[in-house]
């Protein structure tokens, strides 16, 4: 079992996301944005900079949090399937670059306003992912699947079918604890009424989970757009995405994979008072890392006694 994190919640540049890191103790980083850009749209020259950085840290990446099939790309649009296809062909120069082998990807937008089990959303998003995860696996690389605001994420019946329907020994799961509250049960039909349970999908994809982000909210309301809801982000274990319950259980079965920390608790604010906001988003992150690690000795202590 190991410790990452998306280290841009800690700070927009690389030196100080391998700072925060090293101070945690960790040696690894989930790479998401660097100077606010994704890792695989990166300029080139800023790419060899962030991994001469890393290796003069010893800090490495051990997973691409890319954008690929997120819920910016529509799966009925051929233009942003080609698209995100070319990020995909960048990340995967790059992860072999840095010698990464896990990539977070995605399964295209949520269809908020479109039948639960969209026949047509479906053969789109299966047929997509399918050619995505191919071009993983030729790579050498695992094509980790985020419940997320797309199509697998909206319900656990909805991942299970993703997983019936691509066939491929690098399509895995990473599981994240908070997003089942931000987003609505969609499992038994079309109705917006109630937000997922964290445990009933945890439990309902267990077997299929390789890693795991760690992500704490407060259901606060209904979005008016459609798609994520509103919520108050927490530290895990104070919110209601069943942390503790959900740990303790992976730790149980003998869950031996890495706890990646995403707290959403600070952003970055450009205004006069940018210096202050920088300083609190690292110091919530190293909190954030600290309390967690609490949070599994005390899990592992229980599970002792």
Same mark, same amino acid.
């Given at each position: 079992?190991?410790?990452?994190?998306?280290? +841009? !919640?800690?700070?927009?540049?690389?030196?100080?996301?391998? *700072?925060?890191?090293?101070?945690?103790?960790?040696?690894?980083?989930?790479?998401?944005?660097?100077?606010?850009?994704?890792?695989?749209?990166? %300029?080139?020259?800023?790419? !060899?900079?962030?991994?001469?950085?890393?290796?003069?840290?010893?800090? =490495?990446?051990?997973?691409?949090?890319?954008?690929?099939?997120?819920?910016?790309? +529509?799966?009925? &649009? =051929? =233009?942003?399937?080609?698209?995100?296809?070319?990020?995909?062909?960048?990340?995967?120069?790059?992860? &072999?670059?840095?010698?990464?082998?896990?990539?977070?990807?995605?399964?295209?937008?949520?269809?908020?306003?479109?039948?639960?089990?969209? %026949?047509?959303?479906?053969?789109?998003?299966?047929? &997509?992912?399918?050619?995505?995860?191919?071009?993983?696996?030729?790579?050498?690389?695992?094509?980790?699947?985020?419940?997320?605001?797309?199509?697998?994420?909206?319900?656990?019946?909805?991942?299970?079918?993703?997983?019936?329907?691509?066939?491929? %020994?690098?399509?895995?799961?990473?599981?994240?604890?908070?997003?089942?509250?931000?987003?609505?049960?969609?499992?038994?039909?079309?109705?917006? !009424?109630?937000?997922?349970?964290?445990?009933?999908?945890?439990?309902?994809?267990?077997?299929?989970?390789?890693?795991?982000?760690?992500?704490?909210?407060?259901?606060?309301? *209904?979005?008016?757009?459609?798609?994520?809801?509103?919520?108050?982000?927490?530290?895990?274990?104070?919110?209601?995405?069943?942390?503790?319950?959900?740990?303790?259980?992976?730790?149980?079965?003998?869950?031996?994979?890495?706890?990646?920390?995403? %707290?959403?608790? &600070?952003?970055?604010?450009?205004?006069?008072?940018?210096?202050?906001?920088?300083?609190?988003?690292? !110091?919530?992150?190293?909190?954030?890392?600290?309390?967690?690690?609490?949070?599994? =000795?005390?899990?592992?202590?229980?599970?002792?006694?």
């Amino acid at each position: 079992m190991y410790y990452t994190g998306f280290a +841009d !919640e800690a700070a927009v540049g690389i030196a100080d996301q391998i *700072r925060a890191t090293k101070e945690l103790g960790w040696k690894y980083i989930e790479s998401r944005a660097i100077d606010g850009c994704n890792i695989h749209d990166l %300029p080139e020259e800023k790419f !060899e900079e962030v991994v001469a950085a890393l290796q003069n840290s010893g800090v =490495e990446i051990n997973c691409f949090g890319s954008a690929v099939a997120n819920w910016g790309w +529509d799966p009925l &649009k =051929e =233009e942003d399937y080609l698209k995100t296809t070319e990020q995909l062909k960048r990340a995967l120069v790059r992860m &072999k670059r840095l010698n990464c082998r896990m990539l977070r990807g995605m399964s295209f937008r949520a269809a908020w306003d479109r039948p639960a089990f969209d %026949p047509e959303i479906e053969a789109n998003v299966f047929r &997509k992912v399918n050619e995505l995860v191919k071009m993983c696996e030729d790579a050498g690389v695992l094509y980790l699947h985020e419940n997320c605001n797309n199509y697998g994420g909206m319900s656990w019946k909805h991942t299970l079918k993703l997983l019936d329907h691509v066939k491929s %020994p690098n399509f895995k799961l990473v599981f994240d604890t908070g997003n089942p509250v931000l987003n609505f049960d969609r499992s038994n039909g079309d109705a917006l !009424e109630k937000v997922q349970s964290s445990w009933e999908f945890y439990r309902n994809v267990r077997e299929f989970i390789y890693y795991v982000h760690i992500k704490d909210a407060i259901f606060m309301g *209904r979005s008016e757009s459609g798609g994520f809801n509103k919520a108050q982000f927490t530290f895990a274990g104070e919110g209601e995405g069943d942390v503790v319950r959900i740990v303790t259980d992976l730790l149980k079965n003998g869950y031996d994979g890495g706890f990646s920390m995403e %707290p959403h608790m &600070k952003q970055v604010f450009h205004d006069a008072d940018g210096k202050r906001n920088d300083a609190e988003r690292y !110091e919530n992150y190293i909190e954030y890392g600290r309390r967690f690690m609490k949070l599994v =000795e005390d899990a592992k202590a229980s599970l002792a006694r």
